[in-house]
């Protein structure tokens, strides 16, 4: 397959081990006052470290403005630790499986795997806020205002397939963060090793958008309920 004139390497391996530490000061950041799975925003532009960019529930859905939506891009991918612990996630398991072989198990291949790894979800989300602030369509997961296991899992898993279009009323297909894995993965398969093909790494990518967004929905799903109980079994406790 056709192949960019990039070099077959991350244009800055040292960069890698940099922003793992920078994850770790998105989390000393944090306030300790809100629930662990609510960012530090809360309201239309509310993002979580752990399921990403929510409506919280009984929140009434409103179209985003661009400002919005540039706002909402820029907590997704630098200020909120998401996007952090997902590169050091999936760097560790590149690292564990020796993927790609090329780079090898040391400190050098690690980085090498870390900066590319960032680089992809950080396109990955770029190509998904253009996209959806260009058709207007609907960026972040709403709750169900339904009850019952089933229901609200249900409600989780295809809303990882469609989303609302400008009217938040009428659903369209969920296009975007497919288009955007496929394109991220094969823009930097384009300095990895000669074995990188592009298009398999699109379709590895798509693949994993699957679960990985339907994952992330069951958590912003229920996450935030599950949490709530343990912390109010917490208060109820009688002291030690």
């Not at 991350?10 to 609510?38: I, R």
């Not at 499986?97 to 291949?109: A, C, V």
């Not at 898993?157 to 009323?169: L, M, Q």
């Amino acid at each position: 397959m056709f192949q960019l004139p990039i070099h077959k390497t991350f244009p800055y391996p040292w960069l890698g081990m940099l922003l793992l530490f920078f994850a770790s000061s998105c989390f000393a950041q944090a306030n300790a006052n809100t629930d662990a799975t609510e960012s530090t925003t809360q309201g239309e532009l509310a993002v979580s470290w752990i399921y990403g960019a929510y409506i919280p529930k009984g929140l009434a859905i409103k179209p985003l403005t661009p400002e919005q939506r540039y706002k909402l891009f820029v907590r997704q991918s630098f200020t909120t630790p998401g996007i952090y612990i997902k590169t050091a996630f999936f760097s560790l398991h590149d690292q564990i499986e020796n993927t790609p072989p090329e780079w090898g198990s040391g400190f050098e291949g690690f980085s090498e795997r870390v900066g590319t790894r960032h680089t992809q979800f950080l396109l990955q989300n770029s190509f998904t806020s253009l996209g959806d602030g260009l058709l207007g369509w609907e960026p972040r997961y709403d709750r169900c205002n339904c009850s019952g296991v089933w229901e609200r899992s249900r409600h989780a898993i295809v809303r990882n397939f469609v989303t609302y279009d400008r009217t938040e009323k009428h659903l369209r297909p969920q296009l975007m963060p497919y288009v955007a894995s496929c394109g991220a993965a094969a823009i930097t398969a384009t300095w990895q090793p000669a074995n990188q093909d592009q298009g398999q790494e699109c379709y590895k990518n798509v693949v994993t958008q699957v679960w990985i967004g339907s994952l992330t929905n069951l958590l912003g799903e229920f996450a935030p309920d599950i949490l709530q109980k343990l912390k109010k079994r917490k208060e109820d406790a009688p002291p030690r």
